[in-house]
């Protein structure tokens, strides 16, 4: 089954204390991202890749790192979490960035930072 | 900059229409797009729309473009409770990444 697959799908965590979500698809997708999602701003992007080894910021990268050493694997970084990071993540990829090319998502990650 | 806006939330019975807008700034979009989030999932793609097109019909779903005014509306005929959800427009913009505004809730009630 095609599927983007995120984990944790919830963490409580403290301030301070470094995490990592990791996000992996079976797509063989090249184009993946990662979103937050708070309510009242809909989806902003946090870091995108368009292959392997190659990443880029989104509208909101700061607090955040990524890494895309395979092509199916993305995890994004939280070196030092802060409250403000408290948000509902997700992870997504597609076959290609424009034109059809549907963007597929995984179940979210919802992260709580103390 | 790119932007897209949409109402927050939307309230009709079943049985109803509903339509949800959706404004955005980018001329330049090739495609627009509405995506579906069902509670404590991820969003799905739901319908989209080439910019050359002013409408499209898909089962319940009408997207109606007006590119002069630069909005989108999806219209869902005979709206179920299962139809409950987040809807979310975007656009591909000029940079090709999806632009998604803020999403409208809707409420479908029996």
């Known amino acids: 089954e095609a599927q983007v697959t995120q984990n944790p799908r919830y963490l409580i965590t403290v301030t301070g204390k470094k995490l990592t979500v990791t996000c992996s698809q079976n797509m063989n997708h090249e184009y993946m991202s990662w979103y937050r999602q708070d309510p009242g701003l809909g989806l902003r992007q946090i870091y995108y890749?368009?292959?392997?080894?190659?990443?880029d910021k989104g509208d909101v990268p700061e607090g955040y790192k990524v890494s895309r050493k395979e092509k199916r694997n993305f995890p994004l970084i939280l070196e030092s979490p802060s409250p403000n990071q408290t948000s509902l993540y997700f992870c997504a990829s597609s076959e290609k960035l424009t034109g059809t090319g549907e963007l597929f998502f995984g179940e979210g990650s919802r992260l709580t930072v103390l | 900059g790119e932007d897209v806006e949409q109402s927050l939330f939307l309230s009709v019975r079943e049985g109803d229409s509903s339509v949800i807008n959706c404004t955005y700034t980018d001329s330049s979009s090739t495609y627009l797009y509405w995506y579906k989030q069902e509670p404590g999932a991820g969003l799905q793609l739901l319908t989209y729309?080439?910019?050359?097109?002013d409408m499209k019909q898909d089962q319940r779903l009408t997207v109606l473009l007006n590119k002069k005014d630069k909005h989108l509306s999806l219209r869902i005929a005979d709206t179920q409770t299962g139809d409950s959800a987040i809807y979310f427009c975007a656009e591909d913009g000029n940079t090709g990444k999806l632009i998604f505004g803020q999403g409208t809730t809707l409420q479908v009630k029996p």
């Open positions: 729309i080439f910019s050359n097109m």
């Open positions: 890749s368009m292959n392997v080894e190659v990443t």
